[in-house]
């Protein structure tokens, strides 16, 4: 098994946003203000292979959406047929924050629930390793 490498929950592209829109041109913890941070969580958690997945479809997102949609009043607007593979990156994020969640229990959930969420978890991870897009796509309709 690869090693796994110091990955971003949330994308930085959203925390440097933040930074971006900031008087103070950084991030404060939420439970101390006078802490400032200099970037997001960032913890082991993805092997080499989808590191770089996720950073090939991040900068896709970024590009082709992001960076090219943000109105005046922070509102995101855009065509989804302009990004062919948005559904990997929504699946990307959705995943990261459900294999977060589950593996720090910071949920309230029966055994039998969390056990239900880890089998979604696996299948999610399978479609992001395998670019399996067909299936990431049925997945985000349903989100």
Known sequence: MDSLQH??????MFYNAIKKNSPT??????SNPNI??????????LCDKCEELF??????FSKVI????????????????NCKDLSYFLLSIAWRALQ?????????LTEI??????????Q????LYNEDKRSMKKVCKNL
């Open 66 to 81: 992001y960076t090219q949609t943000i109105v005046n009043d922070g509102e995101i607007t855009f065509d989804s047929k």
């Open 7 to 12: 990955s971003h929950i949330v994308p930085k």
């Open 36 to 45: 400032a941070l200099q970037d997001g969580l960032k913890l082991p958690f």
């Open 55 to 60: 950073s090939k479809y991040e900068s896709c």
């Open 100 to 108: 977060y969640d589950i593996e720090n229990d910071e949920m309230t």
């Open 113 to 122: 629930e969390k056990n239900e969420l880890m089998k979604i978890v696996e």
């Open 25 to 30: 041109g950084i991030m404060r913890q939420s």
């Open 124 to 127: 999610w991870r399978l479609y």
